[in-house]
């Protein structure tokens, strides 16, 4: 091993075997992957801020740790590199969420999963772009720049967690942390080809994550594969004092699920998720996998979610409600953008936010403001509310027939930038296999199943019942093997980078 396109094509777990086993330093690893994003990310536009000094010295610290502490001892994820939607506080570094509004702000303090990072040994290497304020389904809302998706840069990389999605795909980071509401994990995973898991609510602090709706945001890892996932989500998994929501209670090892066979398993196909909208070659590239898991010894079964109908409607009162009350606090007063040009305070806290939010921010601080007017809370709000129940008894009877729930992670490939951007529907419905886990607080997970014609990656959905995230990476990883299908890396032409120093 040694050049950079060797290095950082490799997963987590091989560039950890590598460290272990001292063939490569950390610090070589981590300039790897600084020459890769100063190669390609001029084209990508994955990262809003590269953290390239503390980097190395977190690969320098790294180092100092195989050379002198016991192998057995050391984090899975030391020396690792990996990047952070650029949502999650971090300490002396610009955490922006996409968003003018916040383009100067920097926390006095890190979130909890990136003080795990650090504790971990695991070099930061970037704070990744997204849309603003994880609204969106493209990351073209972002409040900077829209990123590319690297498969095909005229096409998005799926949002609102793009950036981290792309800096994975592209190579420019082994792993990365994205943050998912209605799918922002797991709908830019299937675009870009990646592993990626919305954790059980509770399963992760929230603490240090920028809010948008707060009884649906979780964090959770974009990764190479699903070994990665599994040693990601061990690393940021458990109980935080600091945040009433995380839920105490054991997590297992969840590489301990890898390889267990899952023959007698169950997995249900819900028949409202194959309808009318979904891709042909999309449906029969995912029925194709789903096909695998039953050469695997699964029983498929079919199973029934009938008010998945609803779930755009009622996502789209809930969580803009949350993020009406959430965004309240940015009013130019206490830190983030200010107006400069008003005369008096009302004006200037109006200004500021005319000035620093972007149009879907706007559109959805207004949708959730009216929801909760007076006169309307009740119609909107609290029936969404309960249609939120209807959610989680629909998938606590479907669980009683399954163990596991297989569809399409979106109904199509990733779509070409500024095509739905003037459609926020036809946006919206992108994320309508994704939004139903999050409104009733399970787990879910997509997995690269397919490349479609065009080359362009196609991702299968498990979804599974509170904290049974095991299950999910048992049958993610039988689906990996079983498939074997070979991870593409894309070609992105190089040169044209931003300056890493």
Request: hydrophobic share 40%; net charge negative; with cysteine.
């Amino acid at each position: 091993m040694g050049t950079t396109a060797e290095l950082t094509r490799l997963t987590a777990h091989e560039l950890s075997d590598l460290l272990r086993r001292r063939e490569v330093s950390a610090v070589e690893v981590t300039e790897a992957y600084l020459e890769r994003i100063q190669a390609v990310d001029g084209q990508v536009k994955a990262f809003l801020t590269v953290t390239a000094d503390q980097a190395r010295k977190a690969a320098q610290e790294a180092d100092r740790r195989f050379a002198t502490e016991p192998a057995e001892s050391l984090p899975p994820l030391l020396g690792v590199p990996g990047a952070l939607k650029d949502n999650m506080c971090t300490i002396g570094i610009k955490t922006t969420c996409g968003s003018k509004i916040l383009h100067n702000f920097i926390p006095p303090y890190d979130a909890t999963v990136v003080e795990k990072t650090k504790a971990a040994g695991a070099p930061i290497l970037g704070k990744c772009n997204m849309d603003e304020f994880a609204m969106g389904s493209s990351t073209e809302n972002s409040g900077f720049f829209p990123t590319a998706n690297p498969y095909d840069l005229e096409r998005v990389p799926g949002g609102s967690s793009g950036g981290s999605a792309a800096a994975v795909a592209a190579d420019e980071a082994a792993w990365a942390l994205g943050s998912d509401t209605g799918g922002s994990i797991r709908q830019p995973a299937a675009f870009c080809g990646l592993v990626g898991l919305k954790p059980t609510y509770g399963a992760v602090s929230r603490y240090g994550l920028v809010a948008f709706a707060s009884s649906l945001d979780q964090i959770g890892p974009l990764t190479k594969d699903v070994t990665d996932a599994a040693l990601v989500m061990n690393l940021i998994a458990g109980k935080d004092e600091r945040d009433a929501t995380s839920v105490d209670r054991p997590h297992p090892d969840y590489t301990s699920f890898l390889g267990r066979e899952i023959k007698g398993l169950r997995v249900g196909i819900p028949k409202e998720y194959f309808v009318e909208g979904l891709d042909t070659e999309v449906r029969e590239k995912v029925m194709a996998a789903i096909g695998a898991l039953a050469n695997l010894g699964a029983e498929l079964v079919e199973v029934s979610l009938p008010h998945t109908e609803y779930a755009l409607a009622t996502y789209y009162l809930i969580a803009p409600a949350e993020c009406s009350s959430n965004l309240a606090r940015y009013d130019g007063v206490r830190y983030g953008h200010r107006s400069t040009t008003a005369p008096d305070s009302v004006t200037m806290f109006k200004k500021t936010r005319q000035e620093g939010f972007g149009p879907e921010v706007k559109r959805r601080i207004m949708l959730g403001t009216y929801a909760l007017s007076a006169g309307y809370y009740d119609a909107y709000y609290l029936k969404a509310q309960k249609v939120r129940t209807l959610f989680r008894r629909d998938f606590e009877e479907a669980f009683k027939q399954c163990d596991v729930i297989a569809s399409s992670t979106t109904p199509t490939v990733a779509f070409k930038r500024g095509e739905k951007v003037d459609n926020p529907l036809a946006m919206y419905l992108s994320d309508a296999f994704t939004i139903p886990a999050p409104l009733a607080a399970l787990p879910a997970l997509s997995v690269p199943c397919a490349y479609s014609a065009e080359g362009l990656p196609i991702g299968l959905q498990l979804q599974g019942r509170h904290f049974d995230e095991g299950t999910l990476f048992q049958v993610a990883y039988a689906l990996e093997q079983a498939l074997g299908l070979k991870r593409r890396h894309p070609e992105i032409p190089t040169g044209s980078g931003k300056e890493v120093r």
